[in-house]
Structure formats: C-alpha cells, structure tokens
C-alpha cells in the first residue's frame, strides 16, 4: 500500500482518464483489495499527534469527511492511510438510488468536484452490516456515523428519520453527525432556518437523552452546516447548538456558489461544489461560528484543503481538526501526513486537548 503514496500520481493520470464516479469505486475498491492482501504492514507510519475533542481522543487532528464511504464498507483500508479518525455515510433509513448519472464532475483546473450525488445508500441496515464488521473501532480508532433523510421523506417529516436514524447508529459510533446541508436532496437545507433547526434538535437532544439512559453512554451528537449561509444565519446556529446540547458543527458541506469557477468545463452543473473554491466560504462560517459561540462547541473544519497551509487555515480562524476529501482526490494519501505535521506546527493547544507527540511514533493500524 506504501507505492499507492509514492505512486498516486502516476495512478492519477489513469484514474481521471475514467468516469468521476468510475474511478471513484476503482480506487476504493483497489484499496480494499491491498488492505485484505496485507499490504498495510508496509504502509509508511501514520501520523500519530493525539487530540482530544468531545473527550474522544483522536490519533491526529486530519480526518477523513463523509461521503467518500457512504456505505462503511471501506472503513479498515481507509483508516489505514493514516486518518486520526473516519466520518461515514451519509446514511438514510432506507436504501436509495440517489440521483441519475452522471452525477459527479472534475474541475481540474480549480482542484474542485461538482457532485449531485443524493445519498445514494443501501439503507441502514446495510451500513451498520459493514460497521460492525469493520475493526478500526475495536482497535481503538474514532469512528463518526453521518445520518440524513431519505429523498421521498416529506421535508415535514424530515425529523423523524434523523431520528430512527440517530437511534441505528447510537451503539456503533463514536459521534454521530446529523447532515442538513447537502444541496442534492430537495428543500434539505430549510432544516438550518431557525425553527426548523429548533424542532429537529430538540427531537434529537430527547431522544440522546433517552438512548444515553438505556445504553449508559452518551454520544456526541454534531451538525454538519453549508457554507453559503450568511452571518445572521450563522449566528442563530451559533446560538442553537449549545443550547440544545449539541456538542459541534461540521463547517462546512460543498457550495453552490460558482464565482470560483466561472467558465470552466462542468461549471455550470448542478450540486455542490468543492475543493479550494470551498475554502473562502467555510474559513467565513468557522470564524463566525468560533466568534460567537465561544469555545462552547467543537468545530471540524472541512472544505477546499489542498495542503498544510490551507488545513493551518482552518485551525487559525477557529477549527479544533479538519477533514479531507476533494484534496485527497487530487494529492492523494500523502496530504494526511502533510496536514497533521502542518497543523502540529502551527496550532495552538486549547485547554484540555493531548500534547502534540511527534509522528514518528510506531504505527497504530485498524
């Protein structure tokens, strides 16, 4: 698996040759593949910087975001690149399509993916298969579960499938991740207006409450929000969150704003965009987050991180960790490693998080 690091842009070339979403599922598949081969002895150690957020403690501050494993199948061989900890789904109560294809595009030119994917998922049921077959938890990795709605939900009724779905995956997650900001399922992201927001935390927070009763262990619970809210819009979840007890916000899910990217092939495509024309957007919400709500809530910084200075960005304007997912289509495995060593450079340790250690520490593999 170590030449899948030295190699990828050899296999880059190859791979953009292909449909987007084609080589999507080739690499993941060929991930597994090595990974179940036993390849991952030879894995260059992963970073190994401990932090602690939400009291998970995590191997390093780089995590993988959701939507690149909707299913979980893929958990083991990704945590394998060296993740500090793995975000999956977005999974919905029941099995859907998603959208028609093609329904995923490069922008080579700007390092950006416009995707209108439409959590497309084989159910619940199947993803928690996958979860508990998976070892990277029961290695001690932290493992956060991504729930949204199913297209055919009613936006009405929206909030009774984050719940069956919070109630799924509650014994198999170290976080779990409510998603109301994909811009590919219709009206989803009405669910951040004040009052839809209140009623949907509120039903969640109550049914944490009861699941924290029954299981005798309390989940954290965090909302992944859009980046192309303005600041009054920002202000009022800054507001909400903890006052529902919701524990942190995931800044930021893909844009639909294209100034970035005008007049570039697949431009004017519809879904969400991200990569580095995403950076601006979720830099905006981060700082406005972390201005307003104070330390009171955990913040993973997502969205247009191509390298070591942009994941420095984030923490700068208020991020505790990061996640990747467009960078890593374009660098591949080695912005990981690129990223925590940037990030142990440059942040500051708030109150109560682990000490940087150095990288070089023996790996830890799932």
Known sequence: MSLLFNAYPLARAALFSLD???AHELTLDGLQHAYKLGLSRFMPAPPIAPRTLMGLTLRNSVGLAAGLDKNGAYIDALAACGFGFIEVGTVTPRPQPGNPRPRMFRLPQANAIINRMGFNNHGLDAFLENVQAS?????????GLNIGKN?????????????NGLTGVYL?????TVNISSPNTKNLRALQGADELSQLLSRLSQAREELSQTHSRRVPIVVKI????DES????IAELLPSFGIDGV???NTTLDRSAVLGMEHADEAGGLSG???QAGSLRVISRLRARAGESLAIIGVGGIQNGADAQAKIAAGADVVQLYTGLIYRGPALIRECSDAIGLGRVVSPGAAPVTSPATSPILP
């Open 226 to 229: 859009a980046p192309d809210l």
């Open 276 to 278: 580095p024309p995403a």
């Open 172 to 176: 198999h997650a170290d976080y779990v």
């Open 135 to 143: 070892r990277f938890r029961r290695r001690g990795g932290i493992l």
């Open 151 to 163: 297209a055919d939900t009613p936006i009405e009724k929206a909030v009774d499938d984050y719940v």
């Open 233 to 236: 819009q920002v202000d009022v």
């Open 20 to 22: 987007a979403e084609k």
């Open 250 to 252: 995931i800044a930021t």
